[in-house]
């Protein structure tokens, strides 16, 4: 009996610790049921009426077990119990006027019956709402699989339809340049048709990426050097973070890093990862103050490339940081959700992991490691 009426009290306690909230809502239970259980175990009611009425617990046991969950449920049988078994004890209530075994054992009874209707109750109720709480998980996920097909649709779309325009943008640039006259004040257009032409090759290229992807199939891997995928990408993005008015600190190893992998989705994640913090710094620090530091570390001891993206921006949101990388799932203002969500399918496909934390002085960190290549 004690093991039955006691025993789920003592797994709450040594389980996780529960919220002020639900340590209120238990209490609560908990001394109505003593209190109502007082009024009929006081011995103030007629010996004739105290035994029947005594069956009006299990109504209420249903409706705690129903209502407040097994920890309610839990909290209402152990005090039920403790004030039925005094009572009984001091000689009042409807289980205390006949012999003493006779008492106790149908006092057990009714106290057993009791627990094991309440606790069957609420382990039944716990479980509804764990299946609805599944069944509308997998609703969710249904519905963002199909918000992605339709977005992997959509890439392939627009892969079709400006891939033609870049190769004809990329030609008439080459053409220009071939037009151009042999001289040094047709050097500056030179070098800008130049830098056109390498921006068309790298939206094409990102859009096979884009659809490569989503489609979880990796594009054609290779021996490529980790450090100058980083620069490349920090050569790109450099110009709006000096539009932006925010302090850039490179920390980068001075000697090659060989990756196995692809060179553009390298420098996807570090632009889109730059590109988030440099949104987060913006907002906290609208004119000036902003600082984005990006470290990249070879480590021989893992095996990995560590690449680092440090801003004192606004910080991560609470809850858990693992959800900033579900497809969809935007914490900013005009943000897409799929930035960090590609960021997570190129990673993984180079065999590598993404991490995100608060930092203790304030912004974001967020950590990329990289499997290094089999030399």
């Not at 094409?204 to 980083?230: N, S």
């Not at 989705?265 to 710094?281: H, K, S």
């Not at 990006?294 to 959800?323: E, F, Y």
Request: hydrophobic share 45%; glycine share 8%; with cysteine.
């Amino acid at each position: 009996m004690g093991v039955i009426l006691f025993g789920p009290v003592g797994l709450l306690l040594t389980g996780p610790n529960p919220s002020a909230r639900q340590i209120r809502y238990v209490t609560l239970w908990a001394t109505g049921s003593a209190v109502i259980t007082y009024g009929i175990y006081a011995g103030h009611l007629d010996a004739t009426l105290a035994r029947p009425i005594s069956y009006a617990l299990f109504p209420l046991m249903m409706i705690v077990a129903y209502k407040g969950g097994y920890r309610a449920a839990t909290g209402a049988i152990a005090a039920i119990a403790v004030v039925a078994i005094t009572c009984t004890a001091q000689g009042k209530g409807p289980f205390a006027h006949e012999m003493l075994r006779p008492n106790i054992l149908a006092l057990h009874a009714n106290l057993l019956m009791l627990a094991l209707t309440g606790l069957t109750l609420a382990i039944a109720r716990h479980q509804q709402r764990d299946a609805e709480a599944t069944t509308h998980r997998t609703l969710l996920k249904l519905a963002r699989a199909n918000r992605l097909d339709a977005l992997a649709t959509l890439a392939a779309g627009i892969a079709h339809e400006i891939n033609q325009p870049l190769t004809s943008s990329n030609a008439y640039g080459r053409a220009a340049c071939r037009l151009l006259p042999d001289d040094a004040g047709s050097e500056p257009i030179q070098q800008a048709i130049d830098g056109m032409i390498r921006s068309n090759e790298r939206a094409a290229a990102i859009v096979r990426q884009f659809r490569a992807y989503l489609r979880e199939t990796p594009d054609r891997f290779q021996m490529i050097d980790g450090v100058a995928a980083i620069k490349e990408a920090i050569s790109l993005i450099d110009p709006d973070l000096s539009r932006q008015n925010i302090e850039r600190v490179l920390s980068l190893p001075d000697d090659p890093v060989p990756i196995h992998g692809n060179a553009v989705g390298i420098q996807q994640i570090v632009i889109n990862l730059i590109q988030n913090a440099a949104d987060a710094v913006e907002a906290a620090h609208p004119h000036h103050g902003g600082r984005i530091d990006v470290r990249a570390q070879r480590s021989d001891a893992t095996h990995h490339l560590r690449i680092c993206v440090n801003d004192n921006g606004q910080g991560l949101p609470d809850g858990q940081p693992d959800r900033l990388f579900e497809p969809l799932e935007c914490q900013r203002p005009g943000g897409s959700g799929l930035g960090l969500a590609i960021c997570r399918s190129i990673v993984e496909l180079h065999g590598g992991s993404i991490t995100a934390q608060k930092r203790p002085t304030g912004g974001a960190e967020f950590i990329v490691e990289l499997p290094l290549a089999e030399t």
